[in-house]
Each structure stands twice: as structure tokens, then as C-alpha cells.
């Protein structure tokens, strides 16, 4: 009997062995991780002798990796194991694959609709994954938004410019990672459906996470460094040709700063010149297709621009709730809710911008700028609808002037309090509103204000006020 149960654990134990996935380590294919060979070739051997073997894990032990364009496939783990980074060569070294044709017009930005020409990149795959305690340094990475098929304006062929980019994947697991200098894009993906991104650190120059025309996806326990632009993001772009939704995403348990660059990562957290925007949880501003059943919780925002949710290219916005946000040093306003006519799409569509079904609660901020308060913004004959704003703290430094004119409509412009001028209330200004709840809101002066606390302008079914 006893051999009998033996050899069954034998068995299991073969079979269980031949279940797991096989590791793949680079070295074995030829990557040096001295910092000067260029090792992307050897890690997309490794890449494609994993997927033919039905899929696997491919590793990067410790060490630096100078790396071109890596192609990600399905069921494919890149690993990268603590000790190991992955540095983006220099746009000299015309190591990145170049961008794919789009074949329609472009009304997005290029950083949207090109991503052969990044570092790390997958399009039409599954069960793909980027793991482990190691780091991706963008250092060769461009930051700007100047693509055009093929190329960046004004530098060469092969020129890359995003960290991580994928596009029309489906089951996306990124973990542990720390992105440094990530580029344009510290990671764009793009109609990608179920995915999760946790336990990731980002510290960047432009955008840290863009989650574009997506669904069932969850960015948790991450924390992400932008003092030049948005940290987290979700979009609705026509990267797709089409007005995708972007719907049922969680944001929770997340860290947002505006620290100067490589200052989270190494300790000294020092707070960055106020740009037009940095850090920030943010909807848009592309939103062709829109936003739908949005849950943002439990995250902590410092030295950043506020929350804003915007919908300005005939999408919609629905169904979003916030909840248990703390703010500190707060960049421009606190909050940020509106619709505009910008319509960066096609010129036949009729459809109108619109917002409904937005839940914000308990949220505390101090040290919040003088330049505006919350804004609730919607458009003539189409007002935002089922605001509902409870349990809201908010310190605001005060100083400002009364204000004179009447507060300019965004219209068919970039949404951005900071070039409308202040709020003619320092604490809310809503206007356009159909259905507008306030529930134990509170607002608190440094110093005083010359402006009222509260303004409401063709706003319609209020309540709480008094």
C-alpha cells in the first residue's frame, strides 16, 4: 500500500510539475544585463520560445538591460526579478519597432494612436503579464506628443515613447513594478478588457496610467509620482475608430503626488513647481464614447491638481462614485465636474456631451488654492444631472477678489478651470445643474475671501442649501 501511495505522489508530482508554466531566463538566449548591449532581440527570443511552447514565464535576473522595442505575447510573464531593470535605449540607437499605420483620421493625440514605437508593448494578446520587484527606466524615452506614423516629428525613425502600451488585449496583469521616466505614457492601455494593475510605483515626467475605451479592469495599491501631468487617468478616446465606452473600472487604494521627478523614488519628496497640472485623478479629457459605472475609494492625493471628472466629445458620464479622498496642497480646485462641446470627432456625429448619476463623499482637503472651488459645470439646455456631493471638508488659503464678470463657459474649449479664472464663490460654483444634493459639506478660510461661499446659476431640483 505504501508503494502504491508513493508512486500516486510521484505521479501528481509530475503531473502538477508539467502544469506549471517553464521559466525562460534572457541569459539563456543571449541578453548580457551590462547596461550597454542592446538586449531587447534576446529577450523577444525568449518571448517567442515560451509561446511555443504553449506559454511560460520569461525572467530578467538581476542586472541592467539596454532595451529597444519588446513585443509582448499571449500567455507570456515578463518577470523582472529584484536587481533587474529594463533601460530604454536612446532614440540614436533606432532600436524602437516603428508605429503602425492608422488609416483614419486622427483625432486623438499621437501618443494615443500609435504603440508599436514603445519600450514594452502587445496588441491583440491574452493572459500577458509584467511582474516583479525589478524596475523599467525610460531614460531614451521621449515625453512628447509629436507622432506621426512611423515616426516622431522631428526626431528619427524608431524613436521610442511610452513605457508600457497595450492595445485590444484581454486578461492584463501588471504587478509590483516601478516605472522611472516612462515617457509620454508611464502605461497606456487601450481597449483592453478584464485587467488589473496593483502594487505598482510610477515616478514620471508626462502621464503615469492611461486606462483608454476599457472594461473590467482595477489599478489598486498603487501609487504614482506625476509633477508634469495626470497620474491616473481614465479616457474615451477614437483611438478605436469608434466611441467606446470606457466602464467598470475601480481606483482604490492609491497614492497621487506632484513631487519633483526621481524625488518619490529616492526619499526626498520635494514638492514640484506648480505646472498647469500634476498628479490628479482624472476623467478625460477625451471622451468620445465616455464613462460608465466608475468607483474611485480610499486614495490619498498630495501636492496635486484635484479630482475632475470631464466629458467634452459627446460621450457620456454616468453612474460614477467617489468615495473616502483626502486631498493636501491642492493645485487650482478641489473638485472638478463638467461638459463641454469640444467634440474631438468626427464632424457627422449629433450626439451632445452629457453627465448624470455622480455620487462624491467623504472627502477632506487642506491648503486647497484660492483659484477656484468646487465646480459643477453643465452646458445651456443640457444640464448635469443627480449630483450628489456629502461629508465634504475643505480648507481653502483664501485671498481672492470678488469677482466681477460672469464666469466663462468652457464651451468648445480645453476644460481647465485654470484658464476660465477664478470661481465667483470660493467654496462651490455650480451651474447648469439639474439635481444638485449637498449633505454636511463644509468650508474653512486661512484667510479671508472676498467672494460668497456658495453660488448656483440655472441650477434646478437642489437640496441641503440653505
Known amino acids: 500500500m ?4 508513493f508512486n500516486l505522489f ?11 508554466p517553464a521559466d525562460y531566463n534572457v541569459r539563456d538566449y543571449g541578453a548580457k544585463g551590462d547596461g550597454t548591449s542592446l538586449d531587447h532581440l534576446a529577450i523577444n527570443k525568449a518571448i517567442e520560445a515560451a509561446v511555443a511552447a504553449g506559454g511560460g514565464r520569461v525572467v530578467l535576473p538581476s542586472g541592467t538591460y539596454l532595451c529597444g522595442s519588446i513585443r509582448l505575447k499571449s500567455n507570456v510573464e515578463l518577470h523582472l526579478t529584484p536587481g533587474a531593470t529594463i533601460l530604454a535605449a536612446p532614440a540614436s540607437m533606432k532600436a524602437y519597432d516603428e508605429s503602425e499605420v492608422f488609416g483614419a483620421p486622427e483625432y486623438q493625440d499621437g501618443g494615443h494612436t500609435y504603440f508599436h514605437n514603445s519600450l514594452i508593448w502587445a496588441e491583440g494578446q491574452q493572459n500577458v503579464s509584467i511582474t516583479g520587484r525589478g524596475r523599467i527606466d525610460g531614460e531614451g524615452l521621449t515625453k512628447r506628443d509629436t507622432e506621426k506614423g512611423g515616426n516622431v516629428q522631428g526626431g528619427s525613425i524608431g524613436t521610442g515613447d511610452k513605457a508600457i502600451a497595450l492595445k485590444q488585449c484581454r486578461n492584463v496583469t501588471i504587478r509590483d513594478i516601478t516605472i522611472f521616466r516612462g515617457g509620454h505614457f508611464a502605461i ?3 481597449g483592453c478588457e478584464i485587467g488589473t494593475i496593483d502594487n505598482v510605483t510610477i515616478d514620471t515626467n508626462r502621464d503615469g496610467i492611461d486606462i483608454d475605451c476599457c472594461k473590467y479592469f482595477t489599478v489598486s ?6 509633477p508634469n501631468d495626470d497620474a491616473i487617468v481614465l479616457k474615451s478616446s477614437y483611438a478605436l475608430k469608434k466611441p467606446v465606452l470606457c466602464e467598470h473600472i475601480l481606483i482604490t487604494n492609491c497614492i497621487v503626488t506632484g513631487y519633483k521627478l526621481g524625488t518619490f523614488l529616492d526619499g526626498t519628496y520635494v514638492p514640484e513647481k506648480v505646472n498647469w497640472v500634476c498628479g490628479r485623478i482624472k476623467l478625460g479629457t477625451e471622451s468620445n464614447g465616455g464613462y460608465r459605472n466608475i468607483t ?3 486614495c490619498s492625493c498630495m501636492w496635486s491638481s484635484g479630482l475632475a471628472f470631464e466629458v467634452v466629445d459627446q460621450g457620456r458620464m454616468e453612474n460614477i462614485v467617489v468615495d473616502n479622498i483626502s486631498l493636501s496642497h491642492v493645485h487650482h480646485y478641489p473638485i472638478y465636474i463638467t461638459t463641454g462641446r469640444r467634440n474631438r470627432g468626427p464632424k457627422e456625429r449629433t450626439d451632445i456631451s452629457s453627465a448624470r448619476d455622480i455620487s462624491i463623499n467623504n ?5 486647497c488654492d484660492s483659484l477656484a472651488g468646487i465646480i459643477v459645470t453643465g452646458m445651456p439646455g443640457t444640464p448635469i444631472r443627480n449630483v450628489s456631493l456629502s461629508n465634504i471638508r475643505i480648507q481653502y488659503r483664501g485671498g481672492g477678489k470678488k469677482v466681477e464678470k460672469s464666469y466663462r463657459e468652457q464651451a468648445d474649449n480645453y476644460p481647465e478651470p485654470r484658464w476660465a479664472g477664478p470661481t465667483p464663490a470660493y467654496g462651490l460654483f455650480a451651474r ?4 444638485l444634493r449637498v449633505h454636511n459639506v463644509q468650508f474653512e478660510l486661512m484667510r479671508p475671501d472676498e467672494r460668497p461661499d456658495i453660488i448656483l446659476e440655472d441650477v434646478v431640483n437642489a437640496e441641503g442649501f440653505k
Do not use: E, Q
Not at 472627502?363 to 491648503?367: E, K
Not at 447648469?432 to 439635481?435: K, M, Q, T
Open 10 to 20: 510521484l505521479l501528481f508530482a509530475s503531473l502538477a510539475a508539467n502544469a506549471m
Open 432 to 435: 447648469h445643474v439639474d439635481g
Open 188 to 190: 497606456i492601455i487601450t
Open 296 to 298: 474611485i475609494s480610499n
Open 221 to 226: 495599491n498603487t501609487k504614482v509620482n506625476t
Open 363 to 367: 472627502v477632506i482637503a487642506d491648503d
Open 2 to 5: 505504501k508503494r502504491i501511495l
